[in-house]
């Protein structure tokens, strides 16, 4: 039997499993578990998530299974599941979360519960369909059907990392990837979670967009003062605010601190977006004109630029407004950045354009912040697993140097040292966060066909692979 023989035999494999349903009663089981980790009552659940969803199943395949409380968030514990077939072999570490957002019972439509599986065509509707749930399923389902067609092998080793606390900002992932590295030791990172590109086309991305959250503030006075007795005469810390924010990013969106803009638009970089087009797909928003930075395209806006962003601005007493000057002014506000950017040192860069620009009185504080990360495009995994997508699903995959978004893959990237990729089974429009939350058959099931036929080529060619991916590392450095 040839190899292409025998890939050809397990992916078909995996699309019988699919079809025959056991996937979705698997993922509706799973989305009626309440694992909501924004909620202090939900500790059993997300417990029982781990123990009685994750656990077993990993069993079956061998792994041998670590618990780990949290060491900063109680009851938000972390598993580490390791199976070893061979010292020799390339060692893969994946991931995922079982925790989801609040599920927000009343809002979803009329017959959707975000407890209950539903299918509606083309969509399964449930909290955790998306996010991350029916992700990390896709991906331990096409473990599972490499491990049988192999007889009870992978092919390579494999560790995987369940968090049940990643929607609130992934307290102690950092400290337990510093405390476990010998434990978490790999080759390479796969695991799938955020949106492709669209619904359509199949997507890798290499890394995140780092965020960093700021708070600014204007305390002119104590109190509030009558507009007519003494409008004129008091400054009026509102404006003075929207005016020092408008010194930072303007009327068009584009940022206007200059310490604070990346040097990583490359023309390689440029180049792989050339082939990306970002939104126009049903459900997606219409994209504004003349909107960010000049002279890029808004795929390079989105995934090779940097965003300021005002999440939130607070003056007077909007629900009651009184004829009065305020005393003080506040906005939050979101710095969205790529690799190559100072981001650490932004309140002093922040500090040092608003005095430049008369803004003394502005008070910058820090609220938190996660690094930029990217696997550079040309190292050979990239090549390797675009060649992999391209032949499972038939189509051109989309590269993103980044998410526009954020993960915590700097804890891959940065403390385990590893190459990441991430092959994401959403898609923009699912809901994920909000109501009527779902994924898409169609994506879970290409999505499957897509991992299994990646970890088939994984035990045929890891040792190989990770070979060229060393040899090019030690290239570039």
């Known amino acids: 039997m040839t190899q292409q023989q025998s890939v050809q035999q397990v992916v078909e494999q995996a699309m019988r499993y699919f079809d025959s349903g056991e996937f979705q009663q698997l993922l509706a089981r799973r989305i009626a578990c309440v694992t909501e980790s924004q909620r202090q009552d939900r500790d059993q659940e997300l417990d029982h998530y781990l123990r009685d969803e994750i656990a ?15 060491p900063q968030a109680a ?19 994946c991931y995922g979360h079982g925790d989801v957002v609040f599920g927000d019972d009343e809002n979803w439509r009329e017959g959707l519960s975000p407890w209950q599986l539903k299918e509606e065509g083309d969509r399964w509707y449930g909290r955790g369909s998306a996010d991350n749930k029916g992700q990390h399923c896709v991906n331990l389902a096409a473990l599972e059907q490499v491990f049988s067609a192999r007889g009870g092998k992978l092919g390579f080793n494999c560790k995987i990392l369940f968090e049940m606390g990643e929607e609130i900002s992934s307290p102690g992932l950092a400290e337990i990837c510093q405390q476990q590295q010998e434990l978490l030791r790999a080759d390479l990172f796969i695991a799938s979670d955020g949106p492709r590109l669209n619904a359509v086309r199949p997507t890798l991305f290499l890394g995140s967009r780092g965020a960093v959250n ?34 930072l990013v303007n009327a068009q969106g584009v940022l206007q601190v200059e310490a604070l803009k990346p040097d ?18 049903p459900g997606d928003p219409e994209l504004a004109a003349h909107w960010g930075e000049p002279g890029l395209s808004p795929t390079e806006r989105l995934y ?31 710095l969205r950045f790529v690799v190559g950017t100072d981001w650490q040192n932004l309140v002093q860069h922040v500090e040092a354009h608003l005095r430049q620009h008369g803004f003394d009185n502005v008070d910058v504080e820090f609220m938190r912040g996660s690094p930029a990360t990217r696997l550079d495009p040309l190292n050979p995994l990239v090549a390797w697993a675009l060649e992999s997508l391209a032949i499972s699903s038939g189509k051109k995959p989309a590269l993103l140097p980044n998410l526009g978004g954020s993960l915590p893959n700097e804890v891959f990237s940065d403390i385990l040292g590893l190459p990441t990729l991430w092959v994401p089974h959403s898609y923009p429009a699912c809901g994920q966060h909000g109501v009527n939350e779902h994924m898409l058959k169609s994506i879970a099931r290409e999505g499957l066909q897509i991992m299994t036929r990646l970890f088939w080529q994984l035990g045929e060619e890891g040792e190989q692979l990770i070979a060229r991916h060393r040899a090019y590392q030690g290239g570039v450095k």
């Open 75 to 93: 009851n938000r514990p972390f598993l580490i599941a390791t199976r070893i077939e061979d010292a020799a072999l390339p060692t893969l570490l």
């Open 56 to 70: 077993p199943q990993l069993t079956a395949l061998g792994f041998t299974l670590h618990f780990f409380d949290n």
């Open 264 to 281: 990583s638009l490359t023309e390689a970089v440029r180049e792989i977006l050339s082939d990306v087009e970002v939104g126009g797909m």
């Open 304 to 334: 090779g630029w940097n965003t300021l962003e005002v999440l939130a601005y607070e003056t007077g007493n909007l629900a009651r407004p009184m004829n009065a000057i305020p005393g003080k002014a506040t906005a939050v506000c979101q």
């Open 214 to 247: 700021f708070r600014l503030t204007i305390n002119a006075r104590d109190n509030a003062y009558h507009s007519g007795n003494w409008g004129g005469l008091l400054s009026n810390p509102g404006t003075q605010l929207a005016n020092a924010i408008a010194s």
